[in-house]
């Protein structure tokens, strides 16, 4: 054998002993997870038991991206970790996520990266049918987009949380890059019609307009679906992700589209419960103020006063009244926290009506 050859067999075994390692490794924290489960089942006889704790996932997630050493990625070992954390978790209980569906939707993309792929993944056809799915305890987790950086708010979201009793246990976020993509039986056909979300036609546009400028665009309920049909109709494309790609077996013409290049979509993760501090965590609230001159110095100047980090504020209509207001607002920190605490207290004493949505780890991945 040549020296490379030799070298070559010598390395492989290295690394079949590191894999056996490993192996040995990950079942022993596997056991862990298990005797975890029975902990939790222990500590509060007869009532819900929350086996997936974000705070605790968070924390575990963030150590490992700052403790890693490298040549891989921060990114790259915590979605591995993600993965064996998700294995650990289905052991304890398997999670059911509903999701904005059909599969193949980067909602369903942006499940699969915050929970890993141990999780059963439940399409639903709207944003309220996931509100009502975790209502109803049928999901453990929803997923459901909240904003894109081109398009803003998604109001529909946004309206679920006014009435729903819901929380903001997480948020992930994904870039999202938009195909353009044709059934490689059709390839050679031209195309005539291109099918979408109205999102993505929205955050495609000017590409569209330059390079297929006078094609027909139908708008369809989601980027899956736009793929389904182009798989089935000759001389039509459909604009959509890597999974509607691969899941319907369709050929890229042209990837990347999105306008711009830093096109990036926020999701919510809504559960049942509180999450408790993982230190690092922002809020959500709903605030409805009266209509009067000032109100919105008076909801803002607190969170000045405390010290607290706005992140996003958002107005939507009340469904109380015309012309009556409702705002949207994330910042920093957790409602544990002192500050917080006090300034919650002071909005409470200032807003016709404010709702906690949650406090929760801002996200790792
Ligand atoms: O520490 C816990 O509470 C666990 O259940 C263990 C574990 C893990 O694998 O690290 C698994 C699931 C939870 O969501 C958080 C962490």
Redesign the pocket.
Known sequence: MSDEQIRLAELRDEIDQIDQQIMDLISARARC?QE?AHVKMGANPGQDVF???PE??AQ?LRRIKDSNPGPLSGEEMARLFREI?SA??AL?KPMHIAFLGPIGTFTQAAALKHFGHSVVSVPLPAIDAVFREVESGAAHYGVVPVENSTEGMINHTLDMFMSSPLKICGEVQLRIHHHLMVSPKNKDQEITRIYSHQQSFAQCRQWLDTHRYGIERVTVSSNAEAARRAAEEPGTAAIAGDMAAELYGLEKLATSIEDRPDNTTRFLIIGREEVPASGHDKSSILVSMRNKPGALYQLLEPFHSHGISLTRIETRPSPSGTWAYVFYIDFEGHMEDEQVSKLLAKVDDEAVELKRLGSYPIGVL
């Open positions: 997870a975890v086996f997936y704790r605790r996932e575990v954390m650990c978790l304890e």
